[in-house]
């Protein structure tokens, strides 16, 4: 049973960094892409980044390009994603996803099957 657990949130002042940090278990993940997508209160969920877990090929929303960087780490079975120069309007859940590696809008959360607890971000202006 494949099991995610999110860790690493917090209250920032905009400008500051954090990382966040997405345990994985359950199976092997080669075959897998990784995703973090965010939530703010009375909108939707939103794609932010992902990797793919086999070949580590990375993509980013706009919002966030140049400023989130998003990593793996095979051998603790573990997804990063570090935040710098943060702003208020990063406030938000943030949740970490799995797929297959497959054909799918990988920027739709409705494609990810399974989904991390997630953890607050709070950037405070």
């Known amino acids: 049973q494949v099991r995610l657990v999110e860790s690493g949130g917090g209250l920032v002042q905009a400008g500051g960094s954090l990382r966040l940090s997405c345990a994985a278990s359950g199976r092997t993940f080669s075959d897998f892409l990784m995703g973090w997508f965010r939530q703010a209160p009375g909108k939707e969920r939103e794609y932010v980044a992902s990797?793919?877990?086999?070949?580590?090929?990375?993509n980013y929303a706009d919002s966030v390009k140049g400023r989130f960087t998003i990593l793996r780490d095979n051998a603790k079975n573990t997804v990063n994603l570090q935040m710098n120069t943060l702003k208020p309007e990063d406030t938000a859940i943030y949740y970490c996803?799995?797929?297959?590696?497959?054909?799918?809008?990988?920027?739709?959360?409705?494609?990810?099957?399974?989904w991390g607890q997630g953890t607050q971000v709070t950037v405070s202006s």
């Open positions: 996803a799995a797929k297959y590696a497959d054909l799918s809008d990988y920027t739709q959360h409705r494609q990810y099957p399974y």
């Open positions: 990797i793919s877990w086999n070949y580590g090929s990375t």
